[in-house]
């Protein structure tokens, strides 16, 4: 299409048909995977497009996205599972050509904050992700590495919130450097609370209940409010919406908690 916004859209709403046929026939996430791979292969390789687009189109719809078409009758067990096996098909697919973006768009100089150096980052971050879907051990490994090596919060940030999706000892050791290096900065380590909150895995729960009572979390400060338990609530929608209810009942709890304090 040559208007940019109906082609990203179209390639959003390609994915999410997609993904939600996959709920009810797994068997149509191959064919429909390798279609919009070529699609988007065809777009990395357009010349006409910046980097910030391309990343914008290699991101897939989220979960939260999925359900909310599905609308009813909404299994997020389900739907993480579709959505997860959508990404590996389409990253598997797309396997040397992410990897060729994610090392032709590497920093090559000092950090610069305009928009094409921050539309290179972003399109190295987009591709990074569908990699890291494949949670293979290499994937894992350019992780880590990435988070490593970073020379920017941007790219440091991204790895460790995909990191934090993956019970591997990369994930401690990434938490544990984080912390260590920005625990004196309150507004930094928002994100490494945020990290732990909308991770996937099925302990995260217990984590975040331990985090409320972590000497920097203070339940009187919105940002970590917001950090914590808002993006437990917002940004996790498998663990949030677990079948027992718990994530539920934490985040009540939390409300009436909060309301004493501050009913804004």
């Known amino acids: 299409d040559s208007d940019r916004f109906n082609r990203w859209q179209a390639a959003n709403q390609y994915a999410t048909r997609t993904i939600l046929s996959a709920l009810e026939v797994p068997d149509a996430l191959a064919p429909a995977a390798k279609a919009y791979a070529q699609a988007l292969t065809a777009a990395l390789g357009d010349q006409a497009l910046d980097d910030a687009y391309k990343a914008e189109l290699l991101k897939l719809p989220t979960q939260s996205d999925i359900a ?98 993956h019970d591997v000892p990369a994930r401690t050791r990434a938490l544990s450097n984080f912390f260590a290096r920005w625990k004196e900065d309150h507004l930094v380590i928002d994100t490494w609370f945020s990290a732990q909150a909308q991770s996937s895995l099925p302990g995260t729960l217990d984590d975040v209940n331990s985090l409320c009572a972590h000497p920097l979390f203070k339940i009187t400060t919105p940002n970590k409010v917001r950090a914590l338990i808002g993006t437990f609530a917002m940004s996790n929608p498998l663990q949030f919406n677990r079948p027992d209810g718990e994530g539920y009942r934490f985040v009540a709890s939390k409300v009436l908690q909060i309301d004493a304090i501050n009913p804004q």
């Open 68 to 165: 909310r078409e599905k609308r009813s009758n909404v299994d997020h067990t389900v739907i993480e599972h579709a959505h997860t096996a959508f990404a590996r098909a389409v990253a598997g697919e797309l396997e040397s050509l992410l990897a060729d973006v994610y090392q032709a768009a590497a920093d090559r100089g000092p950090f610069t904050p305009d928009a094409k150096s921050a539309g290179r980052r972003a399109l190295r971050n987009a591709a990074l992700t569908l990699l890291t879907s494949r949670a293979a051990p290499g994937d894992l490994t350019r992780l880590e590495k990435h988070f490593i090596t970073a020379t920017n919060m941007t790219d440091q940030a991204h790895a460790l919130m995909l990191l934090a999706h």
